[in-house]
């Protein structure tokens, strides 16, 4: 059925919504593919709004949305995009709308995609369809036990950990960067152990694939690779007229060739992101993917620029637009709001970090007795240890915080036992899953695990090898229960009953294995819950992997239990977020910059935009607040590990117009008890007298 309205002379409402520039990025190509198009939108500009508004405007003006490719950078953000598409379609197409959102079946993340796209390839690639995906700490493990049977776990000099040797593997896969200048450039005390990791490396792959796994990095790699074949390629790119990427600053070098191979003159692509605000290079994100877009396909590209901004005062945008404009390197723009304010960014000079402390904390709770909800005031800080002195203050002070990141969902152990034996039954050759899963039976350790999966892999088929194993006599009452489940979920998935008997199973082990286990209980019937919104239990299993949910119980305390809380932050995790009030800690060199963070001038180029980024969350008021005397933890143990730190270098004095300086102190009384002798006094002197 063609729902779509090809009247070009017809100009549906919702582009009145829309400011010039948005409007130009919506109508580029009124609908039909067309040269490549680049949207620079900068902090605050609309940049969702527009990617939602032009995905709704192809489809109004007749693209098929099942051959629209749109890539975001996290589940969530691809549904919700959906969403806006469908309302904005509405306006024009009715209760039709709700098909033609549901027909927009390739909308997901670069991840996500990629696991869909090598299911229906898995034949002509050399893939089992069946192949499972592992986490990060699943490849952690597996790379482990790879760097355990090459004896690198007993060298005479220390081997780099499981964690970091895959950290090693993943930079060097998605930089697309040889081993030895991932080594040189970003592990430095690694570089003597080049041979080993690769060799490590190599026996990694080869696990993984005796194993039918992938990993994350795997999703992305194996699509590339995929992609060099010819008459996989061209058939790759027929399927697609257009394809819309978010957040282009944050692709790293191996997404970008997939886009290369998908969309190799450009035609009916679109990306879009700002270069300001690509701050995610430890993550191997490279921001010459956006700055180099325009010259990389034959087809010239367009560019739109989005400059007004909706969210922050025009003072505010004024000191980012300064701090910005010192770049070597950036597309153009000056944010601009309607927005105004007589009130400038404050620079805040402060003693040292407790003052810094105590500065915030007043603040903030000024702002809640003027009205100010808590939860709409960040505090923003380069590295999550700054936080030291300010998780104490606010403690103090009864205000309720909480701190962003932490234990995720899927990184609670009774979380993934879970989801280890529905992974264990659903790939019997998943070695790490098999070993979880084995171990949870009282009786049976690492050798015997090993033993295990040693017998099912020798077998014909796996379940009469585990059938045939026989249980050491502390394990024998708990073997059958197990053995029942296992050949139960093998023998053919009813999803999701599956979790339900999974869960049945576990429990006894949970309340073993845990003493909080009726808390940890709530966890696995909200997976169950969330099992019974999926179609599949393979579908369940590759996008629970892929875009984890929050933590729920293990992190549950007061501050979720309040109404009202405040956000503590770091940059990296703020970017996307917005807040009335900011305060951005730390606002000194050696801090932003950070010390480790001026090696190169592309580092230093990062940091400034770090800085950006903080500023502009803010809405109404922004603080960047300066302790002249601050810790720091990097330095040796001798002497007093505190600095005396000068400001930014990223606000020089021709820039400090755009700020209101001022400086505070906190007011002690001499009878104060908090207050801090001005005294020193040598009491292992008086010590050693006392015995002579």
């Given at each position: 059925?063609?729902l ?5 002379s017809?100009?549906?409402?919702y ?12 109508e580029?190509g ?8 680049l ?7 609309g940049?969702?709004?527009?990617l939602?508004?032009?995905?709704a ?11 629209i ?8 953000a691809?549904?919700?995009?959906a ?11 009715g209760?039709?709308?709700?098909v033609?959102?549901d ?20 034949l002509?690639?050399g893939?089992?369809p069946a192949?499972?995906?592992?986490d ?16 690198f776990?007993k060298?005479?000099g ?6 970091t ?7 060097a ?5 040889p081993?030895?200048e ?7 005390w ?18 993984k694939?005796?194993q ?12 590339a690779?995929?992609?060099?074949e010819?008459?996989i390629?061209?058939?790759l790119?027929?399927?697609?007229d ?7 600053q ?5 997404q ?14 679109t990306?879009?992101?700002?270069d ?12 010459r993917n956006?700055?180099?877009f325009?010259k990389?396909f ?6 739109v620029?989005?400059?007004r ?9 004024a000191a ?13 723009k000056?944010?601009w709001s ?25 603040a903030?709770?000024?702002e809640?007795e003027?009205?100010t909800?808590?939860k709409s ?11 030291g002195?300010l ?7 009864n205000?309720?915080?909480?701190k962003?990141?932490g234990?995720?969902?899927?990184d ?19 070695r ?10 009282p ?5 015997a695990?090993a033993?295990?999966v040693?017998t099912?892999?020798?077998?014909l088929?796996e ?8 249980p ?7 073997w059958?229960?197990f053995?029942s489940?296992y050949e ?11 979790l339900?008997?999974?869960?049945l199973?576990y ?6 294995i845990h003493?909080?286990a009726t808390m940890?209980?709530a966890d ?23 875009d ?15 109404e ?6 770091t940059?990296h995790?703020?970017k ?18 950070s010390?480790?963070?001026v090696?190169?001038k ?11 980024v903080?500023?502009?969350r803010a ?7 300066m ?10 143990a ?25 400086s505070?102190a ?7 008890p908090?207050r ?14 006392m015995?002579?």
């Amino acid at each position: 059925m063609n729902l779509a309205i090809r009247d070009s002379s017809f100009r549906p409402a919702y582009l009145d919504k829309l400011n010039a520039e948005q409007r130009l990025a919506v109508e580029h190509g009124d609908g039909q593919v067309a040269p490549p198009l680049l949207v620079i939108a900068g902090a605050g500009s609309g940049k969702t709004s527009t990617l939602a508004h032009r995905v709704a405007h192809l489809i109004v003006k007749g693209a098929d949305p099942r051959r629209i490719l749109l890539m975001t950078f996290s589940r969530r953000a691809a549904s919700e995009m959906a969403k806006r598409v469908e309302r904005i379609a509405g306006e024009v197409l009715g209760r039709d709308a709700s098909v033609i959102a549901d027909a927009l079946f390739w909308a997901g993340t670069f991840h996500g995609i990629g696991a869909r796209l090598l299911r229906d390839y898995a034949l002509e690639i050399g893939l089992n369809p069946a192949f499972t995906i592992h986490d990060r700490e699943d490849s952690a493990d597996l790379m482990n036990l790879a760097r355990h049977e090459l004896g690198f776990s007993k060298t005479e000099g220390r081997f780099p950990t499981k964690g970091t040797c895959l950290q090693i593997y993943s930079r060097a896969v998605n930089a697309q960067t040889p081993l030895g200048e991932v080594l040189g450039a970003v592990f430095p005390w690694c570089a003597g152990w080049a041979d080993q990791l690769k060799e490590l490396f190599s026996a990694y792959v080869e696990a993984k694939q005796a194993q039918n796994v992938l990993d994350y990095d795997d999703l992305l790699l194996y699509w590339a690779q995929m992609a060099t074949e010819p008459e996989i390629a061209a058939h790759l790119s027929s399927r697609f007229d257009h394809v819309l990427v978010d957040e282009y600053q944050d692709t790293n070098r191996l997404q970008a060739t997939i886009l290369t191979a998908l969309k190799p003159d450009g035609s009916g692509l679109t990306v879009v992101g700002d270069d300001a605000q690509s701050i995610y290079s430890f993550r191997a994100a490279e921001v010459r993917n956006i700055l180099d877009f325009p010259k990389q396909f034959a087809r010239q590209a367009s560019i739109v620029t989005l400059e007004r901004n909706y969210r922050s005062t025009e003072t505010i945008l004024a000191a980012a637009n300064a701090v910005i404009g010192e770049a070597s390197e950036r597309f153009t723009k000056n944010l601009w709001s309607e927005r105004r304010s007589s009130e400038k960014p404050l620079l805040v000079s402060v003693r040292d970090e407790a003052e810094q402390a105590s500065y915030v904390c007043q603040a903030i709770l000024a702002e809640r007795e003027a009205g100010t909800a808590l939860k709409s005031q960040a505090v923003l800080l380069r590295a999550s240890h700054h936080t030291g002195p300010l998780e104490i203050a606010p403690t103090r002070r009864n205000i309720p915080f909480v701190k962003f990141g932490g234990l995720k969902f899927l990184d609670a152990a009774h979380v993934k036992d879970m989801l280890a034996v529905l992974r264990f039954a659903e790939n019997p050759r998943d070695r790490v899953a098999g070993f979880r899963v084995l171990q949870l039976l009282p009786g049976i350790g690492p050798s015997a695990a090993a033993q295990i999966v040693e017998t099912m892999a020798t077998s014909l088929d796996e379940a009469t090898g585990l059938a045939r194993y026989r249980p050491p006599q502390r394990a024998a009452e708990d073997w059958p229960p197990f053995l029942s489940l296992y050949e139960g979920l093998r023998a053919g998935a009813k999803w999701p009953a599956d979790l339900e008997r999974i869960r049945l199973w576990y429990e006894p082990h949970l309340e073993r294995i845990h003493e909080d286990a009726t808390m940890r209980r709530a966890d696995l019937l909200q997976l169950e819950q969330i099992a019974s919104g999926y179609p599949s239990r393979e579908r369940f299993l590759t996008e629970l992997t892929l875009d984890p949910p929050d933590a729920t119980s293990d992190e549950a305390g007061p501050p979720h239990r309040d109404e009202d809380y405040l956000i503590l932050s770091t940059i990296h995790s703020a970017k996307g977020q917005e807040w009335k009030n900011v305060f951005v800690l730390n606002t000194v060199d050696g801090c932003i910059p950070s010390d480790l963070g001026v090696g190169s001038k592309e580092d230093i180029e990062e940091e400034r935009r770090l800085l950006y980024v903080a500023m502009t969350r803010a809405r109404d008021t922004l603080h960047l607040v300066m302790p002249q005397r601050f810790f720091v933890h990097g330095q040796a143990a001798r002497g007093d590990r505190h600095v005396y730190a000068a400001r930014s270098r990223f606000i020089p004095a021709s820039m400090l117009n755009a700020f209101e300086q001022t400086s505070w102190a906190s007011v002690q009384a001499k009878d104060d008890p908090r207050r801090q002798p001005q005294v020193r006094v040598d009491l292992g002197q008086r010590m050693r007298g006392m015995w002579k």
